[in-house]
C-alpha cells in the first residue's frame, strides 16, 4: 500500500462494557480527541508544522504543546530509488484519498434520502491537514517537514533528540491504514450487527514491521492510532495485548529487542539510531553518521546495551515469532544438532554474537530479574565470571527407546483413591553438592499408565545428563500426593537442541528470579573451541533453593 485512504466516518471504540465485548461506535466525523490548548512542554522542537496553513514555523515561537505524527515512510507516496547514488526519495503523485460520507436528507413528499459518499485526492500534506483538523491538532512535527532532509548537520542533531520529539509531545497520532473495522452479528441468531476490528490488521501492517515506529510508540507519552474508517486511543490496544501502545512501557532490553528483531528500516543505520533513541542514555554516547561502519556501529550499539542491562541474555526459542514472521523450521536435525530455519529475522543480516539472542526471541515481559554484575563487554566479547555446572557423561545408554523401556520402574499398582497421579523421578547428585536431590520427568495418571511418552523422558535425560551424573538406575515413581517439593527442568534454547555431542555449561551463578513465583531461568552457554555461545535459557520451576547448596568454584566464560 502506497498511498493511504482515509474515511471522515470513523468507528470509535465503545468503552463501556468487558474488554473483549467492546464495540465500535459509527461517527459522521471523529470526536475532538485533543484538548483545544495544549500545555507547553519544557522541549520544543526546532521547527513544527501549524496545521491551519501547513507552513513551518520555529519551536519557540510556539507557546502552547505540539503532537507528532507516526507514519510508515513507504505509505506516503512512491518511493524510489536514485540508480546514480542508491538513495531512495519520495514521490507524492496526490493520490492519497479522502471518503466523505453522503448525507441522509428529507424528501418530498415523505422519505429519505441519502446522497453518495464522494471522495478527493490529495497530497500526503492535504491528508495530514485534513487529520490535524478532524483531531483538533494545532501544531504537529513530522519528519517530512520538519527535517531539512538535504541538511546532514541539522538532520543528524534531529535524529540524536528523537526521543526527546516524541516524548514531550501531548500525544502521537499513529497512522495504520490497513486498520478497520469489520461487522459480526451481537448475539448467535440475531439480526443485530456491530463492528469490531481484527488483530491482524494491526499485526501484519507496515507500521508494525517499521523500526522507527517502534521508537516513536515507545517513546511517545499517548498515542492516537488512526486506520481506514477507525480510531482509538493505543492504551486501548494495549489491553488486548499490545504492549508497545502501554504508557508505562518499560524499555529493558529483552522487552524491546523482543519487537525490534522483527523490524525493518530503509537504511541500514536508521535500524541502530532508531533502536538507539529508545535508550536514551546509549543514544548520548552514540554518533550520527551514515558513512561509518554498519557492522562496527550496530556492535557498539549492542556492547552499550548488555553493558547497561544484563537481561539481554534473557532469550529462548521462537514463541510468537512463528506467527509474526512466518518463521519455519526444517523437521530434519542436522548431524550436529542444528535446526536449519526456513526463515531468517531482519536483524540476522548483520553479524552479531551470540549473546546478542538474534537467532532467538527476546522474553516479551521481562519479569525475572538478576542483580549479577560481574562481567564485562569489549567489541563482540562478553566475558561472565561465575559458578556453572557442566558433565561430560555419555549419554548414549539413555537415547533408544528400547532401552528406556527397560529400565524404567514398574509403574505402581496401588488401588488408593488418593495415588491416582504418579511422579516419575530421578535422583542425582549436582556437581559441587553433598546431597541427592529429586528432580521431576513426568506426571501421569494412572488410567495412562501404557501410555507413557518414552521420547520424551529420554529427550529430558539427555538434556540434563549435560549438566548432572545421570544414573537410569535411580528412576523411580512416587505419588503425586507427596509433599516433598520436586523441581523440574526444561530448557527453552535457540538453534539447536541439546544433543549427544558438545559440552554444554549452566550457568547457576546468573539467577534471573521472578517475584512471588518458584520459577528460576539460568543462562545455557556451549562451549565452541576456546569460548562459548550463548543459546538460551533453562527454566527451573518449584524449587528456587536447588542450587544454594552447590560449592563451586567461579570461572570466567567467553562468550562470542
Known sequence: MTYITYQKTQYVLDMDGPIYDRAFRRYSKPPKKIPSILPKSNFMPSYLVRTSDMKL???SDVHEGYCTLSYSWGQSGDVLIKKTTGKSYRVDQGKHKIIYSGKTGQKKPRGRKRTSDRSKFVTFEGLIQELCKDFNIKYIWYDQMCINQNNEKEKHDEI?????????AYCTLALVPELGTEPYKLRQNSLDWGYGISGDFLTQSQWMERMWTLEEAIMSTKMIVVGRNVHFWGDHLSELGFAIFDEEFESSAPRVLHYAHTRTSTKEHDHVFALANIFPDIMKQMTVNYKQDIQELIIRFYGLLAKKDIHILCFGSYLVYNTICNVSYNNSIEDNGIWEPGYNLPVQKFNLPSWTGIYGEHDAYNVHKTSFKNYTVSGRILKLTCSGITNKQD???IST???IENILPPFPQQNSNDRDHWKLVIRVQPQGSMNEKLIEFYDIHKTYRDSVPYGDIIERLQELSHFMPIKTMNLEWIP???ELSI???TFDVVEELLGNS?????LTGIPFEAPDVSHVKYPVIKKEGESYKAIGMCNLFSDSHFFDDLTLEEQTFEIH
Open 57 to 59: 514555523v520555529k519551536g
Open 160 to 168: 540524536h533528540r528523537m526521543h526527546k520529539i516524541y516524548g514531550n
Open 395 to 397: 549419554c548414549t545408554d
Open 401 to 403: 527407546l528400547e532401552s
Open 480 to 482: 503425586n500426593s507427596s
Open 487 to 489: 523441581p523440574t527442568f
Open 502 to 506: 558438545g559440552q554444554y555449561v549452566l
